[in-house]
Antibody, heavy 120, light 107 residues
Framework: EVQLVESGGGLVQPGGSLRLSCAAS????????MDWVRQAPGKGLEWVGR??????????EYAASVKGRFTISRDDSKSSLYLQMNSLKTEDTAVYYC???????????WGQGTLVTVSS | DIQMTQSPSSLSASVGDRVTITCRAS??????LAWFQQKPGKAPKSLIY???SLQSGVPTKFSGSGSETDFTLTISSLQPEDSATYYC?????????FGQGTRLEIK
């Protein structure tokens, strides 16, 4: 059974940093692109970014709203995905989900999400 | 960026009904279109990819169609558990973008 478990969310002040983790199991993590998607309270879904797999150089893509502030990385030996968030703004307040990207390049599975609150 | 526009924003239907949700892309995206279901307080669930292919385990009451700019999600034989918000998403080009969501209420 595929499982994605996010952690690391919490309350942080504007300008602060936070690192989210996504622990994966039940599939061959290293074979998959992985994404982060967020959802502000009461709002819709917003794509944050992507990391490709080793065969594609672990390259990354980001939404313009987070580019230069957020960094996505992965550790295939630990089947883990990370989101380093720096220079956080109040508008980054959201539930952050990790998601697998299937061979068809669409999202397959989602984690349960972790809440990040940016507030003074 | 490609804008995804869903209609309607919300709808109400009865048990046993069939409903259709529309998603329009601001430019052609071939069939790189996915649909998701999200219930309150829960993570999204993937329903359809490539505009019309069902994700594993998704019941056949869900069906998708369309290409380029116009897409539909049809849900037949509505049940109370189908009450949720439904999102479309394009993955033709970066940034990946979602529609604003359609809230489905079962009367």
């Amino acid at each position: 059974e595929v499982q994605l478990v996010e952690s690391g969310g919490g309350l942080v002040q504007p300008g602060g940093s936070l690192r989210l983790s996504c622990a994966a199991s039940g599939f061959t993590f290293s074979d998959h692109y992985m994404d982060w998607v967020r959802q502000a309270p009461g709002k819709g879904l917003e794509w944050v970014g992507r990391t490709r797999k080793k065969a594609n150089g672990y390259t990354t893509e980001y939404a313009a709203s987070v580019k230069g502030r957020f960094t996505i990385s992965r550790d295939d030996s630990k089947s883990s995905l990370y989101l380093q968030m720096n220079s956080l703004k109040t508008e980054d307040t959201a539930v952050y989900y990790c998601a697998t990207v299937g061979s068809h390049f669409a999202f397959d599975y989602w984690g349960q999400g972790t809440l990040v609150t940016v507030s003074s | 960026d490609i804008q995804m526009t869903q209609s309607p924003s919300s709808l109400s239907a009865s048990v046993g009904d069939r409903v259709t949700i529309t998603c329009r892309a601001s430019q052609g995206i071939s069939n790189y279109l996915a649909w998701f279901q999200q219930k309150p307080g829960k993570a999204p669930k993937s329903l359809i990819y490539a505009a019309s292919s069902l994700q594993s385990g998704v019941p056949t009451k869900f069906s998708g169609s369309g290409s380029e700019t116009d897409f539909t999600l049809t849900i037949s034989s509505l049940q109370p558990e189908d009450s949720a918000t439904y999102y479309c998403q394009q993955y033709n080009s970066y940034p990946l973008t979602f529609g604003q969501g359609t809230r489905l209420e079962i009367k």
